[in-house]
């Protein structure tokens, strides 16, 4: 699926008749196209006029449901603009999985200031993964003013950690377009490049826009002529021969309802082969036409809109020059100019190009990382068991977890009590498990086997009996026999109190000598891995290899393409030391059972995630600079690390994540909060589909 994100920097930019000339050429090229707005008001116009063109254009066999087009109101961003933002992405993904190509039309810049939308749309674009098409209007620019626009708009793109492809120079006037085209060529690189010129059909609002602006009546004339495009105003506050002297063609006359005289002269003047025709005539003051004068109109058949309102002339004039042209579904003349404008200058074929092309390092936003985490999940139909069934966070992520479709889930605990947390909680247990282990007819099945699994340290059916009560152990066991495929716990209980269990009855894979963990690190722009900071304290040299090489496979096992740092103080050769050896040891480990895996080590933290410093200290390496895998030398280094991290750099840290064990079983911080439950659901699904 490819998307392709259209934001404006400022409003009135002309971004709808650029996202129709765009969508007309990937209708005819690119398959099925899907239309998406972020944020939008409902029945947006739009929206409408969008999904209407891909029907005429014969895509009716796609065709789209207008609510799914939609991700959230504005109301919506307003009152939360983390919660809009999840929502924003989760419709997004329900649409992209339905369509080769989604065009993306960001917001209107209704209700706030310029700067903070279109960084709001950088964000959302971010968060999607969408490439963004600038719209920048440069009507009321110079040439120089336009491309300095374009140059912020890219920065603050990239503060936002989007990425431009293309830059659309819109409503520019015929004299400026070359010298447009050649500031924007000396400041855009690497993108395309396209200068619009001034359509003022385009720009033209129509008799129905003023009528709706001014809330009027239709008194007289055709309604289907309400959709002729008003080029001017003139108000006809003057004599005759004055008002017939600033006639244009399609303008509209505002004139007082009691002026009868130059409403007569106005309509013999439209009728006229001598005279411009008019779009239409506004009556202001609330003063209707005299009997007589109405029957006149009536009698000479006139189809030009005559509309009646309330205001005075000055209020009425002011609000019809605020009035902006919009282009619609009904609006032909529009839609068919827009199309040959944004053909004649923009190429949506070669625009792919640039969106398709690999960049070097992708962005990888928290909220895209969860979503991975949610779409994996989805696709693992995993089971999970939760042995702590009465805590109100278990309850709440496990109503969204079925909510999502992450997993089938499992609680432990008194039914009873369970249900009254829940009932308490308003939570709606429905399509989950409950089952209490010490009634559980599984518990002699699980007794015989902790026993057999335990013999060795002497333990006999009857106090297996009692052991496996314990929720934790049960809920080990339900992994261990194949009841569940994982196993999530930690919340109100110790690691130890999972951690256990795991050991003694899952056990460890074959040739991992230690169950150590991991930290997703999700940061603004991409995703790092952080292993060991929960479990291990001192890792010896063949220990922190095995960490190294499990944190490898579980960052690929989640799209995270491993590029191994053995950390410590020292770069390369420049340091000695115990503990500098240690990690020289554990790199050559690591290099001799798994040569192809990219690993670099003993290196420093900024040596290995920044491209300067690696330039500096360990120029050549493939992986410092890029890191994906940093392996801390110890649970103090790696568990203060992940917590500066976490709270300094507002990291979102997703963890710990168990590996190593035979089968997915993992443990939650006591301070976990829902979110991080429903993520680490996610993840033990996912490690349970591998």
Known sequence: ?????????????????????????????????????????????????????????????????????????????????????????????????????????????????????????????????????????????????????????????????????????????????????????????????????????????????????????LVHGDSARLDRECHSVVVAAMTMPHVLDRLEEGCVVVVPGDREEIVVGALLAHRSTTFPALSGIILNGGFPLSPQVSRLVDGVDVTLPI???????????????????????????????????????????????????????????????????????????????????????ILEAAAICRERGIARLTLLGDPDAVNAVAKDRGIDLDGMAVVDPEGSGWRSDFAEEYARLRAHKGITVDQASDIVTDRSYFGTLMVHTGLADGMVSGSITTTAATVRPALEIVRTEPGVSVVSSVFFMCLPDRVLVYGDCAINPDPSAPQLADIAISSARTAAQFGIEPRVAMLSYSTGSSGTGADVEKVREATHIVRERQPDLLVEGPIQYDAAVDPAVAATKLEGSPVAGAATVLIFPDLNTGNNTYKAVQRSASAVAIGPVLQGLNKPVNDLSRGALVRDIVNTVAITAIQAGA
């Open 307 to 393: 509309v009646g309102v309330e205001t005075g002339t000055m209020e009425t004039a002011t609000t019809l020059l605020r009035t902006a042209g919009r282009i619609t579904a009904s609006s032909q003349r529009k839609i068919d100019a827009a199309v040959s404008a944004i053909a004649n200058t923009i190429d949506a074929s070669e625009l792919l190009t640039v969106v398709e092309r690999p960049r070097p390092v992708r962005v990888i936003t928290p909220l895209m990382f969860e979503h991975e985490l949610v779409d994996g999940a989805r696709r693992a139909e995993a089971h999970i068991v939760l042995p702590e069934g009465t805590e109100p966070r």
């Open 1 to 217: 699926m490819t998307s392709l994100y259209i934001s404006a920097t400022d409003a009135a930019s002309g971004k709808s008749a650029v996202a129709l000339g765009i969508l007309h050429q990937l209708a005819r090229r690119h398959g099925r196209i899907g239309v998406y707005r972020p944020v939008a008001s409902p029945h947006d116009e739009l929206v409408e006029l969008l999904l209407r063109q891909l029907t005429v254009l014969g895509m009716e066999e796609a065709a789209q449901d207008p609510e799914s087009a939609v991700g959230v109101t504005y109301e919506e961003v307003h009152a939360g603009s983390d919660a809009a933002m999840n929502r924003i992405v989760d419709r997004f993904h329900a649409v992209a999985d339905h369509f080769d190509t989604v065009l993306v039309i960001g917001s209107d810049f209704a209700d706030v200031t310029a700067p903070s939308e279109f960084a709001f749309n950088a964000r959302v674009a971010a968060n999607l993964g969408a490439p963004m098409l600038l719209v920048i209007p440069g009507g009321s620019r110079g040439p120089a003013s336009t491309a300095t626009a374009a140059r912020l708009a890219i920065a603050a793109a990239g503060d936002n950690h989007a990425t431009v492809v293309g830059v659309v120079a819109n409503q520019v006037r015929p004299d400026r377009i070359e010298r447009t085209r050649e500031q924007l060529t000396a400041t855009v690189h690497g993108m395309t490049l396209s200068v619009v010129g001034d359509v003022p059909l385009l720009r033209a609002p129509t008799m129905q826009d003023y009528l709706d602006a001014t809330g009027g009546t």
